[in-house]
Nanobody, 125 residues
Framework: QVQLVESGGGLVQAGGSLRLSCFASGRTSIMSAMAWFRQAPGKEREFVAAIPSSGGTTYYADSVTGRFTISSDNAKNTVYLQMNSLKPEDTAVYYC??????????????????WGQGTQVTVSS
């Protein structure tokens, strides 16, 4: 099992920045990648960004490309999401996720078997 704990959410004005962190513990050796998803009230959970555990190419949703940056510190088993130029439509609960064992990085939420509890990000206009 993999346990994930997110932190860093909060309230910020439009145009501001936040950095989210996700710490992984447990069987971290099975992690092929880590990703961020988000879910706004009344909407489905959507992919935000992902990074392979081995490093390399990162992937982003079109809505956040150029504004958000995903990075990782493998020594600390932590993945980060730097969010700049935030917009009110970025308001959501942000979740960290790890794919099921044997699965690779994906934008599909059903590829992920391990989830954090989420951290609220609220962007005021």
């Amino acid at each position: 099992q993999v346990q994930l704990v997110e932190s860093g959410g909060g309230l910020v004005q439009a145009g501001g920045s936040l950095r989210l962190s996700c710490f992984a513990s447990g069987r971290t050796s099975i992690m092929s990648a880590m990703a961020w998803f988000r879910q706004a009230p009344g909407k489905e959970r959507e992919f935000v960004a992902a990074i392979p555990s081995s490093g390399g190419t990162t992937y982003y949703a079109d809505s956040v490309t150029g504004r958000f940056t995903i990075s990782s510190d493998n020594a600390k088993n932590t993945v980060y999401l730097q969010m700049n130029s935030l917009k009110p439509e970025d308001t959501a609960v942000y979740y960290c996720a790890v794919p099921f064992f044997g699965h690779t990085m994906s934008s599909r939420s059903d590829a992920y078997g391990y989830w954090g509890q989420g951290t609220q990000v609220t962007v005021s206009s």
